[in-house]
């Protein structure tokens, strides 16, 4: 992949996930300050070694109705227990700050403190609650953080806010670490006869695996919807998209999706039975899935996205757990790497996933080009292969021919690159 810019901006006018081909969003040139009430900034503060922003933040001139999820991960960092504890109070938030270059983990009492800090320092600066702010940090785990550097970014940001594109450039540019792009997405949609507003924009590309990743994902819309319909919403996307991607199968300690909705927009407030639930719905999951599939690609090192189709298995969740199985083989991360039609490393992974399947009927298609059928092995052109697998998306079809149950993951390829970056990275 030589270009890796990753954004959904303009890159198709509507868009169809109900099969119905009724048009049910609208994909558009935008960023997480387009719906309406959201401002964004990012600077440099001092985190870096480097001159590259490393403080930001999103702010709603209400307060927005909010849920988050969070990385399984047992070690969870500090900013996660101050978020969990300012949406406990009233699941509404005004603002979320975020570092990066430093992940505030492992850091024991003082970076809890730490992270309460940040809190509280922004919520005096903007004259809002503290526990209407959410903090979100990513970085090396299990160093201080430099609160004079924190502290003076936080004072600074107020006056950089904006909710002109450049305001959450900034932001974009500010929660970044190994990334090498930014990634961000927004569509419209209609409900209610209101043009309803949903952004995105995430940072994440090592350290990342199903049940989050080192991720940090943003989800701003001017809806009006409950705190509680969010994030049943949130939890089911979730599990469909950010849960599973897949770069290296390390879970990280700071994984982190926060959704604010301002309830500007004018429309009535959303839940399941909503005439427009479905286009709500819709278009809340394409934001979800665009950042999730930039995430994988934009992994670490990675040249090629790898995408793993399961069908036919027993139910859902079994077709998810053989897809992440797949989509996070070293070997098959690393055949594809190197171009080799090996599809015997993806029927392993299938047959590892700890999934019950049947070993008799099993198709598998590298792209278009079937490789195994029933399983049995199908004499396929080499040549044909080899130049599919050039290509800079990849994609696995495996039919087991069982059930109605589906599910897709995203992965990349392993690189030497991904060694060489990881093994310097606090360097």
């Not at 849920?67 to 603002?95: D, E």
Request: charge should be negative; include cysteine; aromatic fraction near 6%.
């Amino acid at each position: 992949m030589t270009n890796k810019a990753i954004s959904a901006s303009a890159t198709v006018a509507s868009a169809d996930q109900s099969g119905s081909g009724q048009q049910l969003f609208a994909v558009v040139d935008g960023s997480i300050t387009c719906p309406a009430g959201f401002r964004a900034a990012g600077l440099h503060c001092g985190l870096k070694k480097t001159s590259r922003n490393d403080i930001g933040a999103i702010v709603c001139g209400v307060p927005a109705t909010a849920a988050a999820v969070y990385t399984l991960n047992a070690f969870q960092a500090a900013p996660l227990h101050v978020t969990r504890a300012s949406l406990a109070a009233a699941g509404k938030l005004s603002a979320v700050i975020v570092n990066s270059g430093n992940a505030n983990a492992c850091t024991g009492a003082q970076g809890e403190a730490d992270a309460y800090r940040m809190r509280d320092a922004f919520a005096e600066q903007l004259g809002v609650a503290a526990d209407q702010v959410a903090v979100a940090s990513t970085g090396v785990i299990g160093e201080p953080l430099k609160m004079d550097c924190v502290e003076r970014g936080i004072a600074a940001l107020p006056a950089e806010l904006s909710s002109a594109r450049d305001g959450a450039e900034q932001f974009c540019q500010a929660i970044l670490t190994t990334d090498l792009v930014k990634k961000e997405v927004c569509v419209t949609v209609q409900i209610d006869g209101q043009l309803v507003k949903i952004a995105g924009a995430a940072k994440g590309s090592g350290m990342i695996h199903p049940n989050m990743a080192t991720m940090l994902g943003f989800v701003t819309t001017d809806a009006a919807v409950s705190s509680d319909v969010l994030h049943s919403l949130l939890k089911k996307t979730t599990d469909a998209t950010y849960n599973m991607i897949t770069v290296d199968g390390d879970t990280s300690t700071n994984d982190m999706l926060i959704v604010m909705a301002s309830g500007m927009a004018g429309n009535q407030p959303l839940h399941d039975q909503h005439p427009d639930w479905a286009s709500f719905e819709a278009a809340f999951r394409y934001v979800n899935e665009v950042l999730a599939k930039a995430i994988a690609r934009d992994g670490e090192g990675a040249t090629k996205l790898i995408e793993v189709r399961v069908n036919g298995a027993a139910h859902d969740q079994a077709a998810r757990a053989i897809a992440k199985s797949v989509v996070g083989s070293s070997l098959v991360k690393s055949a594809v790497f190197g171009a080799d039609a090996n599809w015997g490393r993806v029927i392993a992974a299938v047959g590892y996933s700890g999934e019950a399947v049947n070993t008799e009927t099993v198709d598998i298609l590298l792209g278009p080009i079937p490789v195994l059928t029933q399983s049995t092995p199908v004499v396929f052109d080499e040549e044909e292969a080899l130049a599919y697998l050039k290509e800079d998306t990849i994609v696995f079809t495996i039919d087991l021919h069982m059930g109605q149950g589906s599910a897709t993951a995203w992965g990349c390829d392993l690189t030497y690159d991904y060694v060489r970056i990881n093994a310097a990275y606090r360097t």
